[in-house]
Protein backbone atom coordinates (compact mmCIF):
# COMPACT_ATOMS: atom_id res chain seq x y z
CA UNK A 1 0.00 0.00 0.00
CA UNK A 2 1.17 3.38 -0.55
CA UNK A 3 -0.40 6.63 0.81
CA UNK A 4 0.52 9.74 -0.54
CA UNK A 5 -0.26 12.80 1.61
CA UNK A 6 -2.14 15.75 0.33
CA UNK A 7 1.13 17.72 1.55
CA UNK A 8 2.88 15.74 -1.38
CA UNK A 9 1.01 16.79 -4.21
CA UNK A 10 2.30 19.21 -6.06
CA UNK A 11 1.41 23.24 -5.72
CA UNK A 12 0.02 23.12 -9.17
CA UNK A 13 -3.54 21.36 -8.55
CA UNK A 14 -3.02 18.32 -6.88
CA UNK A 15 -1.13 16.89 -9.12
CA UNK A 16 -0.01 13.19 -8.74
CA UNK A 17 2.14 11.59 -11.15
CA UNK A 18 1.69 7.20 -10.59
CA UNK A 19 5.61 6.62 -12.25
CA UNK A 20 7.13 7.67 -8.69
CA UNK A 21 4.75 5.08 -7.20
CA UNK A 22 4.68 2.14 -9.39
CA UNK A 23 1.16 2.55 -11.02
CA UNK A 24 0.31 3.42 -14.54
CA UNK A 25 -1.96 6.21 -14.05
CA UNK A 26 -1.36 9.75 -12.95
CA UNK A 27 -3.67 12.54 -11.39
CA UNK A 28 -5.37 15.66 -10.69
CA UNK A 29 -6.91 16.43 -7.71
CA UNK A 30 -9.63 19.55 -8.90
CA UNK A 31 -11.24 21.95 -6.19
CA UNK A 32 -11.83 24.95 -9.00
CA UNK A 33 -13.33 28.00 -8.16
CA UNK A 34 -15.92 30.06 -10.39
CA UNK A 35 -14.28 30.75 -14.23
CA UNK A 36 -11.23 28.63 -13.53
CA UNK A 37 -9.90 25.55 -16.07
CA UNK A 38 -6.95 24.68 -17.95
CA UNK A 39 -6.32 26.28 -21.82
CA UNK A 40 -7.02 24.28 -24.66
CA UNK A 41 -4.83 21.38 -24.60
CA UNK A 42 -4.54 17.59 -25.60
CA UNK A 43 -2.70 14.12 -24.43
CA UNK A 44 -1.28 11.30 -26.13
CA UNK A 45 -3.12 9.29 -24.05
CA UNK A 46 -6.87 9.32 -22.43
CA UNK A 47 -8.28 11.80 -19.60
CA UNK A 48 -10.83 10.88 -17.55
CA UNK A 49 -13.13 13.23 -15.77
CA UNK A 50 -14.74 12.69 -12.47
CA UNK A 51 -16.83 15.81 -11.54
CA UNK A 52 -18.11 14.97 -8.44
CA UNK A 53 -19.41 18.21 -7.62
CA UNK A 54 -19.97 21.48 -9.31
CA UNK A 55 -21.39 22.56 -13.32
CA UNK A 56 -18.87 23.23 -15.61
CA UNK A 57 -18.51 23.63 -19.04
CA UNK A 58 -16.27 20.68 -21.28
CA UNK A 59 -14.94 21.14 -24.86
CA UNK A 60 -13.52 17.74 -25.99
CA UNK A 61 -13.10 17.77 -29.57
CA UNK A 62 -15.67 19.60 -31.50
CA UNK A 63 -18.45 19.12 -28.89
CA UNK A 64 -18.87 21.50 -25.80
CA UNK A 65 -21.33 20.21 -22.90
CA UNK A 66 -22.09 21.22 -19.76
CA UNK A 67 -22.01 18.56 -16.92
CA UNK A 68 -23.04 18.78 -13.30
CA UNK A 69 -21.47 16.42 -10.83
CA UNK A 70 -21.43 13.48 -10.09
CA UNK A 71 -20.75 12.81 -13.77
CA UNK A 72 -17.68 11.11 -15.62
CA UNK A 73 -16.29 12.77 -19.21
CA UNK A 74 -13.87 10.88 -21.16
CA UNK A 75 -11.39 12.98 -24.00
CA UNK A 76 -9.65 10.50 -26.29
CA UNK A 77 -6.08 10.29 -26.75
CA UNK A 78 -4.88 13.36 -29.18
CA UNK A 79 -8.13 15.06 -29.42
CA UNK A 80 -7.85 18.93 -28.11
CA UNK A 81 -10.33 19.83 -24.85
CA UNK A 82 -10.52 21.87 -22.04
CA UNK A 83 -12.95 22.90 -19.29
CA UNK A 84 -14.51 25.66 -17.35
CA UNK A 85 -15.87 26.29 -14.19
CA UNK A 86 -19.47 27.66 -14.54
CA UNK A 87 -19.97 27.94 -10.86
CA UNK A 88 -21.84 29.37 -8.47
CA UNK A 89 -19.69 26.81 -6.16
CA UNK A 90 -16.45 25.39 -6.70
CA UNK A 91 -15.76 22.30 -9.22
CA UNK A 92 -14.94 19.04 -7.03
CA UNK A 93 -13.25 16.18 -9.49
CA UNK A 94 -10.27 13.98 -10.07
CA UNK A 95 -9.17 14.24 -13.93
CA UNK A 96 -7.43 10.76 -14.49
CA UNK A 97 -4.89 10.34 -16.91
CA UNK A 98 -4.11 7.04 -18.17
CA UNK A 99 0.16 7.61 -18.37
CA UNK A 100 2.12 6.71 -15.20
CA UNK A 101 3.73 10.06 -16.36
CA UNK A 102 2.04 13.55 -17.52
CA UNK A 103 2.38 14.65 -21.13
CA UNK A 104 0.42 17.79 -22.39
CA UNK A 105 0.63 19.69 -25.70
CA UNK A 106 -1.11 22.93 -25.28
CA UNK A 107 -2.70 24.51 -27.64
CA UNK A 108 -3.58 28.24 -26.68
Known amino acids: MHIVPSEDLSADGGRFEGAG ?3 AISAF ?3 GAPGGGPRLHMHPYAEIFVL ?3 RISVT ?3 E ?3 AEGPQVIIAPPD ?3 RFTNLG ?3 ALMVNIHTAETMTTEWLE
Open 60 to 62: VGD
Open 88 to 90: PGR
Open 29 to 31: VVD
Open 79 to 81: TPH
Open 52 to 54: QQG
Open 64 to 66: TVE
Open 21 to 23: HGV
